[in-house]
Nanobody
């Protein structure tokens, strides 16, 4: 049974930083794409960043490019989203997800497993 457990959310002022972690368990993720999505109240879930577990290729939404960094720690089976220069519009519930697809993918329906989400609140 695949489990994805997010941690690291919280409240921060604009310009601050947060580090989200996603602990993955239940299978070998070497052929997976791992992603981060976010969903603000009243809005659709949107892509934030993704990384290929093997090889480490990454992709980012334009809105976070240059501010967020996704990485993975193979030894700890963890995916990290480092978020810097946070803005109020980054406020959302952030979800970790895993896709069995063989390439980087960006749409929620292309992901097979999801974590429970962690709240990020950025105040101005």
């Amino acid at each position: 049974q695949v489990q994805l457990v997010e941690s690291g959310g919280g409240s921060v002022q604009a310009g601050g930083s947060l580090r989200l972690s996603c602990a993955a368990s239940g299978r070998t993720f070497s052929s997976y794409t791992m992603g981060w999505f976010r969903q603000a109240p009243g809005k659709e879930r949107e892509f934030v960043a993704a990384i290929r577990w093997s090889g480490g290729s990454t992709a980012y939404a334009d809105s976070v490019k240059g501010r967020f960094t996704i990485s993975r720690d193979k030894g700890k089976n963890t995916v990290v989203l480092q978020m810097n220069s946070l803005k109020p519009e980054d406020t959302a519930v952030y979800y970790c997800a895993a896709s069995r697809g063989l390439v980087l993918v960006f749409r929620p329906r292309e992901y097979d497993y999801w974590g429970q989400g962690t709240q990020v609140t950025v105040s101005s």
